[in-house]
């Protein structure tokens, strides 16, 4: 048991604390989409995977059919790119760009059509630092209006919901005020809006998936309002709140439907 325990908290922990993922959204040029883009530490001379999202700036969710096209340069001359005019159905893409040295490169991306409608080129443009010297800051979602718990809002019926409330609330005035706490949140991020539309458009097209999943996040969010009445002043008490919260968890979700089965299981062999 302790075996299995460690084995699920080893990513926990080790993940918020070294991950090198970096995050960066812009609207093109009319605000008609916005465009995310990722992508982990760079190292020079290798490549590395951009991963690209296009988002619809109303509903906040990932918007199919893209028609686009993307060219990555540096000090005005192209190292990848323009790629002839290329569709994506998912509205989500991953593109390997080899980054050959140090120094700031310009990856802009050039939009023609929205779900097989052609429309006028609208552009956007990211400047990628590669190299320690050119670090740049990742971006850390603040605006609640920006990222939403789409999940939980699915679930409860509406954003103003007292749980989506508490989740927000948590974030914002506990979570975020802590660096170990950002790097979490970074992290946590990037997994969560890779799934969470699709989870919630399934949730409002099925009520008896709904409920189950109303089911499954209470004890969670049970949970997570214990630091609602902690007072964190310090990295030392959010390592040690957070690292509680994910072992209370741990508990809920995997100790005890396994101590369960081998109940069960020794139940049956008596």
């Known amino acids: 048991m302790r075996f299995l325990i460690a084995l699920f908290l080893i990513p926990l922990l080790i993940t918020p604390a070294f991950a090198q993922t970096n995050s960066q ?35 906040k969710k990932i918007q199919e059919h893209i028609d686009y096209i993307i060219t990555v340069s540096k000090d005005g001359e192209s190292i990848f790119g323009p790629i002839p005019l290329t569709h994506t159905s998912i509205g989500s893409v991953k593109i390997p760009v080899p980054f050959v040295d140090e120094g700031v490169y310009s990856v802009e991306f050039g939009i023609e059509g929205i779900l097989f409608q052609p429309i006028p080129l609208e552009k956007v443009s990211f400047d990628v630092a590669v190299g320690e010297s050119y670090a740049q800051p990742t971006e850390i979602p603040k605006d609640n209006n920006d990222n939403g718990c789409l999940i939980a809002t699915a679930t409860f019926g509406s954003e103003l919901s007292p749980q989506v409330q508490q989740l927000r609330e948590l974030r914002d005035n506990t979570i975020l005020n802590t660096k170990s706490g950002m790097a979490f949140m970074t992290t946590f991020n990037q997994f969560y809006y890779s ?61 005890i439907p396994i101590f369960g089965i081998l109940k069960i299981y020794q139940f049956k062999r008596k």
Not at 36 to 52: A, C, E, F, R, V
Not at 197 to 217: G, N, S
Not at 228 to 235: A, R, T
Request: charged content about 20%; hydrophobic content about 40%; proline content about 6%.
């Open 25 to 59: 959204t812009l609207p093109t040029e009319k605000g008609t989409l916005d465009v995310k883009l990722s992508y982990d530490k760079i190292i020079p001379g290798q490549q590395t995977k951009l991963n690209i999202d296009f988002i619809n700036p109303q509903t």
């Open 195 to 255: 799934f969470s539309p699709t989870v919630a458009d399934f949730e409002r097209e099925h009520p008896i998936f709904k409920e189950a999943v109303k089911i499954t996040l209470t004890p969670m969010l049970t949970s997570l309002s214990i630091l609602n009445h902690v007072n964190i002043d310090s990295e030392q008490e959010m390592l040690s709140y957070g690292i509680s919260i994910v072992l209370l968890n741990i508990g809920m979700y995997i100790g």
